[in-house]
């Protein structure tokens, strides 16, 4: 009896080791996962703190270091809400905790004050533990986190949008299948779209041309580069709108593929004024073609005198051989008519080029051989130059391609350079010619120069020299190269001073025909 017994207590023992084992086993493991939530609540780095019911820290994590300068021990016994903003704390303490409460968890928004003053935007989770039995608030367990950047990101967002709402562009978002998924003010008053429920397509904010444009060249050069801008045109209730365009790829984080922002400047007013001031510059242009045709007035003269004489020998010729033999018969009459009419055509040749040269148009650049216009220009100076005992010496190649040009305006830009140079020309010793040169600059340019042996041009002069009323020569308006400068640039092309020493030598610039090579042998 006394060994049973024995026996059962040995039993015992032995499970209540065992027990005591599983015990130390289990609390082990619980020392080391408080230690691991610990050192994960030491690490994080969001503040995790504990408080009491009216905000008083009871833990805060080594966070708090590096988010508000306060060490952890700082904190402790001080009350949370005395370091709210006043501003974020009236607005907790005047909400119902329903508002913030559910299943024990809530979360706010606010402002917190540092250490060193400043306040940092938190955003703070926080769960309460209530006595199961009682419901009493025991205390929070709050986690923080630095939300500044984004709190500011969202407010210049915010910015940005009042900014693009209330701008006078018209600002459109397009996604990948040309459907509208934004309107501003401007763009909605323009196109008569709704606020809301925006229904649109690309084709309802752009005209038919632009929107080819937009298709073939603007949507493949944004998805190559990301960007493209230029000047397209939007439907308005008074008609087409000219517009300048920026049209760019939407990237970053959450950007859709294939989304779009077109930004469009009305530029109708500019475009207005653009069109006003052409229009200046060709009268302004046709005045100075009028007192340049006034300067060649005796070389036009000259140009007509020739055929007009000889249109009178040979028909004083022919009436002197009627006159002599009325029986003759009409064939021998022959050679005398076809003179005259060889030079009434060259006469009308002349009067229709001459006419051409002061008529008043606009500028129209298209592909014309150079030397054929060159041709024009000196024919136009060429008894200036006689009288002057000048020679005009054209060195053209004779593999240039065609320029993209007005004729009048071109000639009348070579008849500017080509008078100027005469009048530098006068009674110097040497300057005996002026040389017309032209050449292949580059694979769309040609550059021809026009270049004497004057005194040339100084340095203070050349500042100033394509100035309006600026002029070398004491009996100048100063109008000549200013409006030459102005025709080339609206050929596309430009005007500069080359060389003003030893003579002046001016370069212009034009485009050449795209894809031509050489000249050819068509007219001017």
């Given at each position: 009896?006394?060994?049973?017994?024995?026996?059962?207590?040995?039993?015992?023992?032995?499970?209540?080791?065992?027990?005591?084992?599983?015990?130390?086993?289990?609390?082990?493991?619980?020392?080391?996962?408080?230690?691991?939530?610990?050192?994960?609540?030491?690490?994080?780095?969001?503040?995790?703190?504990?408080?009491?019911?009216?905000?008083?820290?009871?833990?805060?994590?080594?966070?708090?270091?590096?988010?508000?300068?306060?060490?952890?021990?700082?904190?402790?016994?001080?009350?949370?809400?005395?370091?709210?903003?006043?501003?974020?704390?009236?607005?907790?303490?005047?909400?119902?905790?329903?508002?913030?409460?559910?299943?024990?968890?809530?979360?706010?928004?606010?402002?917190?004050?540092?250490?060193?003053?400043?306040?940092?935007?938190?955003?703070?989770?926080?769960?309460?533990?209530?006595?199961?039995?009682?419901?009493?608030?025991?205390?929070?367990?709050?986690?923080?986190?630095?939300?500044?950047?984004?709190?500011?990101?969202?407010?210049?967002?915010?910015?940005?949008?009042r900014v693009v709402e209330s701008t006078t562009d018209y600002v459109l978002f397009a996604d990948g299948n040309e459907r509208l998924i934004y309107s501003n003010e401007a763009a909605r008053r323009l196109l008569s779209l709704p606020r809301e429920g925006l229904d649109a397509?690309?084709?309802?904010?752009?005209?038919?041309?632009?929107?080819?444009?937009?298709?073939?060249?603007?949507?493949?050069?944004?998805?190559?580069?990301?960007?493209?801008s230029g000047e397209l045109e939007m439907p308005g209730p008074k008609g087409p709108v000219p517009v300048l365009s920026v049209v760019l790829a939407h990237h970053g984080p959450g950007a859709e593929p294939d989304h779009l922002s077109l930004l469009n400047r009305d530029i109708?007013?500019?475009?207005?004024?653009?069109?006003?001031?052409?229009?200046?510059?060709?009268?302004?242009?046709?005045?100075?073609?009028?007192?340049?045709?006034?300067?060649?007035?005796?070389?036009?003269?000259?140009?007509?005198?020739?055929?007009?004489?000889?249109?009178?020998?040979?028909?004083?010729?022919?009436?002197?051989?009627?006159?002599?033999?009325?029986?003759?018969?009409?064939?021998?009459?022959?050679?005398?008519?076809?003179?005259?009419?060889?030079?009434?055509?060259?006469?009308?040749?002349?009067?229709?080029?001459?006419?051409?040269?002061?008529?008043?148009?606009?500028?129209?650049?298209?592909?014309?051989?150079?030397a054929g216009v060159v041709d024009a220009a000196r024919r136009l100076c060429d008894w200036q130059y006689q009288q002057a005992g000048v020679a005009i010496e054209p060195d053209l190649t004779d593999a240039l391609p065609r320029v993209m040009a007005d004729p009048v305006a071109?000639?009348?830009?070579?008849?500017?350079?080509?008078?100027?140079?005469?009048?530098?020309?006068?009674?110097?010793?040497?300057?005996?010619?002026?040389?017309?040169?032209?050449?292949?600059?580059?694979?769309?340019?040609?550059?021809?120069?026009?270049?004497?042996?004057?005194?040339?041009?100084?340095?203070?002069?050349?500042?100033?020299?394509?100035?309006?009323?600026?002029?070398?020569?004491?009996?100048?308006?100063?109008?000549?190269?200013?409006?030459?400068?102005?025709?080339?640039?609206?050929?596309?092309?430009?005007?500069?001073?080359?060389?003003?020493?030893?003579?002046?030598?001016?370069?212009?610039?034009?485009?050449?025909?795209?894809?031509?090579?050489?000249?050819?042998?068509?007219?001017?």
């Amino acid at each position: 009896m006394a060994d049973d017994d024995a026996a059962r207590l040995r039993q015992r023992l032995a499970a209540l080791e065992a027990r005591c084992a599983e015990l130390e086993s289990r609390n082990a493991a619980l020392e080391e996962e408080k230690r691991h939530y610990q050192w994960l609540a030491e690490s994080t780095t969001d503040l995790i703190s504990r408080h009491a019911r009216d905000g008083t820290f009871l833990y805060a994590s080594q966070a708090s270091r590096e988010l508000l300068g306060f060490e952890p021990e700082e904190l402790i016994g001080a009350s949370a809400y005395d370091h709210f903003h006043p501003a974020d704390l009236a607005d907790l303490l005047n909400k119902s905790p329903r508002v913030y409460y559910h299943d024990g968890f809530y979360q706010q928004t606010y402002r917190f004050r540092a250490k060193d003053g400043r306040y940092v935007w938190f955003e703070t989770t926080s769960r309460t533990r209530r006595d199961p039995a009682t419901g009493e608030l025991l205390d929070i367990l709050c986690v923080s986190r630095d939300v500044g950047r984004r709190i500011r990101a969202e407010a210049n967002r915010e910015r940005l949008a009042r900014v693009v709402e209330s701008t006078t562009d018209y600002v459109l978002f397009a996604d990948g299948n040309e459907r509208l998924i934004y309107s501003n003010e401007a763009a909605r008053r323009l196109l008569s779209l709704p606020r809301e429920g925006l229904d649109a397509r690309l084709d309802q904010a752009y005209t038919p041309a632009s929107l080819v444009i937009l298709r073939d060249i603007v949507l493949p050069a944004v998805a190559r580069y990301g960007s493209w801008s230029g000047e397209l045109e939007m439907p308005g209730p008074k008609g087409p709108v000219p517009v300048l365009s920026v049209v760019l790829a939407h990237h970053g984080p959450g950007a859709e593929p294939d989304h779009l922002s077109l930004l469009n400047r009305d530029i109708g007013l500019r475009k207005a004024a653009e069109d006003q001031a052409r229009r200046h510059q060709e009268q302004i242009a046709h005045a100075n073609r009028l007192a340049t045709t006034g300067e060649l007035a005796s070389n036009i003269a000259h140009e007509l005198n020739q055929p007009l004489a000889a249109i009178a020998n040979y028909s004083s010729g022919a009436l002197m051989q009627l006159q002599a033999d009325p029986s003759r018969p009409a064939s021998d009459l022959a050679h005398p008519l076809s003179r005259i009419n060889e030079q009434v055509q060259r006469l009308d040749e002349r009067l229709r080029h001459i006419r051409t040269f002061v008529r008043k148009g606009q500028t129209r650049p298209r592909p014309l051989v150079l030397a054929g216009v060159v041709d024009a220009a000196r024919r136009l100076c060429d008894w200036q130059y006689q009288q002057a005992g000048v020679a005009i010496e054209p060195d053209l190649t004779d593999a240039l391609p065609r320029v993209m040009a007005d004729p009048v305006a071109l000639e009348q830009v070579l008849v500017n350079l080509l008078l100027n140079a005469l009048e530098a020309s006068r009674d110097r010793h040497g300057a005996d010619r002026v040389t017309i040169h032209a050449w292949r600059s580059g694979p769309r340019e040609v550059t021809f120069t026009v270049s004497d042996r004057g005194p040339g041009i100084s340095e203070a002069q050349a500042t100033h020299l394509f100035e309006p009323f600026h002029s070398t020569r004491s009996d100048g308006l100063g109008m000549g190269l200013a409006i030459s400068h102005s025709l080339m640039e609206a050929m596309g092309g430009s005007l500069a001073l080359t060389s003003g020493s030893d003579g002046a030598t001016f370069a212009g610039t034009l485009q050449a025909e795209p894809g031509s090579l050489t000249t050819r042998p068509a007219s001017a």
